[in-house]
């Protein structure tokens, strides 16, 4: 399969702080790429400059054969690329059925398609069925990251960016959240997982890239980053 | 029965504030600004309906229309060249620009149309609605502006409830770049929102003035200030707070210029204003900002 997000020597800055240096990366259709690192490393600032709401100084981010680096936000959405962005970001005066109506905002292939993917939602993540007329803002912490993450899907993406999902969740929660990125995964949608927990995202990632002060310190395999003795102990809080 | 004239009289002039606020608070809701031109589309409002309805003769629903169309475009103009390049700029910068544009209306008003009072003529040729055997007599202008601002009040809540661009508004007031990653157009939503509020400054300029009929380039400051106060005692960012703040507004102005001093009216006006934020801060109806995490 091709590479379906190609990222070639981006360049960020926030005002004089130059986040992002020279980072490339890419990810192939089908995949699940997980980028690992510390806090403050430029995880999230990759991610919004892949969704738009950052805009790089330099270099390319090309996503299906586009060019998307110049692009605004709101377009790039409807390339079929989503973004479930760290804190969840859910809007909390709208209700859950509100939030998921917003996720499918761009769609244009019709009334019976957007019902089918609520469907398709409320199967996967049963506990918005049961909340859905509830406002988002009194929903769990657990409960608002499905919702985030079930109106990124309701854009029918054929990519989904995914920031921190485990953030601030118990441990039984991380791994539903896991095994439902696994499962949208398996319905043919292309993952970019950030994480800090990096043990649960190289476990299911096909490949993985460390990220350390805006630069790839390290890529490979998802299994060889797992075993390998500095990730080990930078990351996986475990013994060399 | 004198109370309650004035009483229904000062719900009126509420009313109007009230539509003035509504255009406050939804610019305040949704693009995080004070839009202090807002009063003065209200003149340039008022002056189309003057030109086309009171010297030109024209139908006066179509005058209305014509006014809406208008100060529709002069308040996506001034976003679109005034505020949207100050985006992402300090919120003083945009006061003081808004400020400015405030100015350059009312001057450029002088300028066009000489700072002599244009006398108005009401929109409204019915007859006033006499009640209790003729012991209360009410002015049509009064009644039609009650029933126009609770129809647009009511529209308005409908449109941002239960429509899906009412959604995108309230998407982009809650948290613009999410908005924008659900593929909003977020610089589209706050062109509409200014086109919503400006043409609603257009019909409360129309109304305004058939009550009390003197034009002149500054017919819309002071309204434009008292809306402003209208929308913060009910909550600014709220809908039905502004309505509420208005009609409150208009209430104790219009008793206290009956009752108390015609002087001190505006005074007891802020006065109640600082009483109300000292005990509540968001306003009457502000909404709390705590949200679950």
Redesign the interface.
């Known amino acids: 399969m091709g590479e379906i997000l190609k990222i070639d020597n981006l360049n960020v800055y926030y005002g004089s702080i130059h986040a992002i240096k020279d980072l490339s990366l890419y990810v192939k259709e089908g995949e699940i790429v997980t980028m690992i690192g510390a806090n403050g490393a430029g995880k999230t600032t990759t991610m919004h400059a892949i969704?738009?709401?950052l805009k790089s100084q330099s270099g390319s981010i090309t996503y299906d054969g586009r060019l998307i680096s110049k692009m605004?936000?709101?377009?790039i959405?409807?390339l079929g690329l989503?973004?479930c962005?760290e804190?969840r970001?859910?809007?909390?005066?709208?209700t859950v059925q509100?939030n998921l109506?917003?996720?499918a905002?761009?769609r244009k292939d019709g009334k019976a398609a957007v019902q089918s993917d609520f469907e398709m939602v409320f199967e996967m993540l049963p506990r918005l069925k049961e909340r859905r007329n509830q406002l988002a803002?009194?929903?769990?912490?657990g409960e608002q990251q499905m919702l985030a993450m079930g109106?990124?899907l309701m854009?029918k993406p054929k990519m989904l960016l995914l920031d921190e999902p485990s953030m601030?969740l118990s441990p039984l929660l991380v791994k539903e959240i896991f095994k439902t990125i696994v499962r949208v995964n398996e319905n043919g949608v292309t993952v970019l997982l950030v994480e800090q927990n990096a043990k649960m995202a190289l476990n299911i990632a096909n490949r993985g890239y460390v990220i350390e002060t805006g630069n790839i310190t390290m890529e490979g395999k998802a299994s060889d980053l797992a075993n390998d003795s500095k990730v080990k102990q930078a990351y996986l809080g475990g013994a060399a | 029965m004198q109370f309650l004239g004035y009483l229904i009289s000062g719900i009126s002039l509420g009313s109007v504030y009230a539509l003035i606020a509504l255009g406050y608070t939804m610019v305040y809701g949704i693009a995080k600004m004070l839009n202090f031109a807002h009063g003065d589309v209200i003149m340039i409002g008022g002056y189309m309906v003057y030109f086309t309805f009171c010297s030109g003769g024209w139908n006066p629903f179509l005058a209305v229309l014509f006014a809406m169309a208008v100060c529709t475009l002069l308040g996506i103009t001034i976003e679109r060249v005034a505020y949207r390049p100050l985006r992402s700029a300090p919120s003083l910068a945009v006061l003081i620009t808004a400020i400015g544009v405030s100015f350059l209306l009312q001057n450029i008003a002088m300028l066009l149309w000489k700072s002599d009072p244009k006398s108005f003529t009401s929109i409204i040729s019915m007859e006033p609605l006499s009640l209790a055997g003729g012991k209360l007599s009410i002015p049509a202008e009064t009644i039609v502006t009650i029933l126009v601002s609770v129809l647009i009040m009511i529209a308005l809540i409908w449109f941002v409830n239960k429509t899906r661009i009412g959604h995108a508004m309230k998407a982009v007031s809650e948290d613009r770049g999410a908005a924008q990653l659900m593929g909003i157009n977020v610089n589209g939503i706050i062109s509409l929102t200014f086109a919503i509020g400006s043409a609603l400054a257009a019909v409360a300029g129309a109304l305004l003035l058939s009550s009390y009929p003197t034009l002149v380039p500054t017919t819309g400051a002071m309204p434009g200030i008292k809306a402003f106060v209208a929308a913060v005692f009910g909550g600014i960012g709220s809908i039905p707070g502004a309505f509420l703040g208005g009609v409150l507004l208009g209430v104790i102005e219009n008793l206290s210029k009956a009752y108390i001093s015609t002087q001190l009216s505006d005074a007891i006006v802020f006065l109640v204003l600082i009483i109300v934020l000292l005990v509540k801060p968001t306003g009457l109806l502000g909404k709390k900002t705590a949200v679950k995490v």
Request: aromatic share 8%.
């Open positions: 969704s738009g709401l605004d936000a709101y377009k959405v409807t989503a973004q962005p804190g970001r859910v809007f909390s005066g709208l509100e109506e917003l996720g905002y761009t803002g009194t929903l769990s912490g109106r990124a854009s601030g």
